[in-house]
């Protein structure tokens, strides 16, 4: 299997990014071809012993920057690793793309030259969120931020063929971001896709959830438009990274509290690796025609890695043939639904 790294993306690039290939090529057994400018990747290869190795050099002259408009910016560096790595997918030479660059870029470029899936209407960004029970997937969480009832529909069965295919659940309870838990609550988006997934018999919905319900681990899939996604997550992000602060400022102010927590530093370190989502990879764009994954910019080598796993899994478990056709079985029980809702002549 080959998948294609952007090694010119995300706010540790290149060093993060190459080492994380490295390490994935090793530890998966998996070709990494390292999309970007040849002499600043050599030059951190040589850092790493890549011995038996599978870790081709794919040139791209271009990076699309953080501050770019991603749309503009995929359209005028046609030689970006962005554009190169979409365009492997497109044409086979890779089974995946990974990215932890501009996440409009990503988005842009993988609509753009990768496409999408027959009958699907809006790819989506599905994620990962750390809850008491593990974790729940959220989508979309920044791909469009204008939605109608019949997009959420779609993300609700692309959210739960990956929930079980990929995550391994065997019926993902599946619930819609709301203000309120019960039915009727929300703005006309919520109530109108509320009923559209009632009417849904490839998912397990199970209704409302408000967003303080999500960190308990109440559904497995959660749904809404990617401009509430986006918010939700980075604002839990967010006010993580602030207790965290906290915490740690508090505990400096006394050396009884330095001491408790030395004594309590396992525990503590628990607690950090439930909390980081570097394990997890990243956000996978679910409903293109190929997989393209897009990590956190802020990625280090670990997640890097983790993210080539993402990308493997999906792969493997062919979410792509899947999502072809659960779509297609919905598409029909619509039509026959229409059909029979029609007056006799």
Do not use: W
Not at 93 to 101: L, R
Not at 231 to 257: D, G, N, Q
Not at 297 to 320: D, K, P, T, Y
């Amino acid at each position: 299997m080959n998948i294609a790294l952007d090694a010119m993306g995300g706010d540790h690039a290149p060093e993060a990014i190459v080492a994380g290939g490295v390490e994935a090529a090793r530890v998966y057994d998996v070709t990494v071809s390292l999309v970007g400018k040849p002499e600043v990747i050599e030059a951190e290869l040589k850092k790493h012993d890549t011995r038996g190795l599978n870790l081709p050099i794919v040139p791209a002259s271009q990076v699309i920057e953080m501050d770019d408009k991603p749309a503009a910016a995929v359209r005028t560096k046609t030689d970006s690793s962005m554009v190169v790595g979409c365009k492997m997918v497109k044409r086979n030479e890779a089974q995946a793309f990974v990215s932890a660059g501009n996440t409009g870029g990503a988005l842009a470029a993988g609509i753009l030259h990768v496409g999408r899936i027959k009958g699907i209407l809006r790819p989506a960004l599905i994620g990962p969120f750390p809850t008491l029970k593990g974790a729940c997937l959220i989508l979309d969480i920044g791909a469009n931020a204008d939605v109608r009832p019949e997009h959420i529909q779609q993300f609700a069965i692309m959210g739960s063929i990956y929930a079980r295919d990929v995550i391994g659940l065997e019926r993902p309870s599946v619930r819609i971001l709301s203000n309120g838990e019960e039915a009727g609550k929300g703005n006309q988006l919520v109530i109108d896709s509320f009923k559209l997934l009632e009417q849904t018999p490839s998912i397990n919905f199970q209704g409302n959830i408000e967003s303080k319900e999500i960190p308990t681990g109440l559904a497995d899939v959660v749904v809404t438009d990617g401009f509430t996604g986006n918010i939700f997550v980075k604002t839990a992000e967010t006010t993580a990274t602030l207790m965290s602060r906290v915490i740690t400022e508090e505990i400096k102010k006394s050396p009884f509290a330095m001491l408790g927590a030395l004594m309590a530093r396992n525990s503590l370190r628990r607690v950090r690796e439930r909390m980081d989502d570097s394990h997890y990879g990243g956000a996978v764009l679910l409903g293109l025609s190929g997989v393209v994954v897009v990590a956190h910019g802020r990625s280090n080598a670990f997640a890097i890695r983790h993210a080539i796993r993402v990308a493997r899994q999906s792969v493997e478990q062919n979410i792509l043939g899947k999502i072809q056709k659960g779509i297609s079985e919905v598409e029909i029980e619509n039509a026959e639904a229409a059909a029979s809702a029609q007056p006799a002549a």
